[in-house]
């Protein structure tokens, strides 16, 4: 159960950063800003569903048993939010700002993964930041 779980978080992070931002960019260009933003909150409501699953005794969380899930379900979805769910964001804006200007899909594509790229890393130095404090 626990090498699923492990292939599922990085299965999400994959598409977090590398898919996503060609999913969002045939979002923008086949229904604008609407469908585009459907899609990140699709996304993003997936991110949170296996972050609450993964800060359960069932999806392999060794603390839940013994602190509870009150204490693990926040701290997994503030980590999942930043580490996947901002990069998502991040190609969204990205796309939908630079649409306009950058004609060449591929060019916007490699725009959206560095995008998530650079917010992927900030997400984890918040993270991190974050966890620490609380500690």
Do not use: D, K
């Amino acid at each position: 159960m626990i090498v699923l779980v492990s292939l599922l978080e990085w299965g999400f992070r994959v598409v977090s950063l590398f898919v996503f931002p060609a999913i969002a960019l045939w979002a923008w260009r086949s229904g604008g800003a609407h469908r585009l933003w459907s899609v990140a909150g699709l996304g993003l409501g997936l991110i949170l569903v296996l972050a609450a699953f993964v800060a359960s005794p069932i999806g392999g969380n060794a603390l839940a048993p013994v602190y509870g899930y009150g204490y693990t379900a926040p701290r997994s979805l503030m980590l999942h939010a930043l580490t996947l769910g901002l990069p998502l964001g991040a190609a969204a804006v990205a796309v939908q700002t630079l649409a306009r200007r950058v004609s060449s899909r591929l060019g916007l594509y490699v725009i959206g993964v560095l995008c998530a790229g650079v917010a992927w890393v900030v997400g984890i130095l918040a993270a991190i930041q974050i966890l620490v404090a609380v500690s």
